[in-house]
């Protein structure tokens, strides 16, 4: 799943319920999400399309690079790592492995492959 779409998701949950989020991956490559009692799945079609089972969002990347959402969301990323979002945001990932977003949001993977943001 496009960790950058997690990462936003996350990111949208954390800073607006002032919660920890975490989000795994399963076998079958879809990736649950929970904020603070809120949660999802994110799952990607045979088209690529993500669809979040909580909102009914859709996602979808052009052959630009810049991924759209039903709800009116976009981000892309540029050459140098950082990806900008429609909403005036950006997020580039630190020499950690950490993501981090200009609003303060820091987004890890630990060894197990769950995400957590705080």
Known sequence: MN???ICLLISVFSTSAYATCTAT??????????CGGTSGTLTRDVLGTVRDSRTGTTYRTDVLG???????SSW???VLGTTRYNDGTSSSVDVFGN???SD??????NVLGTM???
């Open 3 to 5: 960790k950058l779409l």
């Open 25 to 34: 991956v399963d076998l079958w490559g879809n990736t649950r999400y929970n």
């Open 66 to 72: 810049t991924t759209r959402g039903s709800d009116g």
């Open 76 to 78: 892309r990323t540029d």
């Open 99 to 101: 993501t981090r977003f």
């Open 104 to 109: 303060g949001t820091v987004c890890s993977t």
């Open 116 to 118: 957590t943001c705080r």
